[in-house]
């Protein structure tokens, strides 16, 4: 059974920082991409970054690059998000996700395993 845990949110001032972590298990992403992606209250869930396990490959939505960085540990089979200089319109529950293999894609449809969730809430 596949299953991505994120950890890692929580309430930081504006301009702080926090590192999201997603544990993968129940199978190697060691040839998949994998995403994190925000929903904020009244919104669609967004994609916010995605990064291709084998190659490094990473892309960001416009709104986080040179603010958030996507990273893998592959001895950990845990993908990371750090978010630095954040802002009050960063405050969503952010997932991680990961498709089943490693085709190159930025919409959420096309994303096979999703985690729980964790909330970010930055305050002004």
């Known amino acids: 059974q596949v299953q991505l845990v994120e950890s890692g949110g929580g309430l930081v001032q504006a301009g702080g920082s926090l590192r999201l972590s997603c544990a993968a298990s129940?199978?190697?992403?060691?040839?998949?991409?994998m995403g994190w992606f925000r929903q904020a209250p009244g919104k669609e869930r967004e994609f916010v970054a995605a990064l291709r396990w084998s190659g490094g490959d990473t892309d960001y939505t416009d709104s986080v690059k040179g603010r958030f960085t996507i990273s893998r540990d592959n001895t950990k089979n845990t993908l990371y998000l750090q978010m630095n200089s954040l802002k009050p319109e960063d405050t969503a529950i952010y997932y991680c996700a990961a498709r089943s293999d490693s085709i190159w894609s930025l919409r959420r449809s096309t994303y096979n395993y999703w985690g729980q969730g964790t909330q970010v809430t930055v305050s002004s």
């Open positions: 129940g199978r190697t992403f060691s040839s998949s991409t």
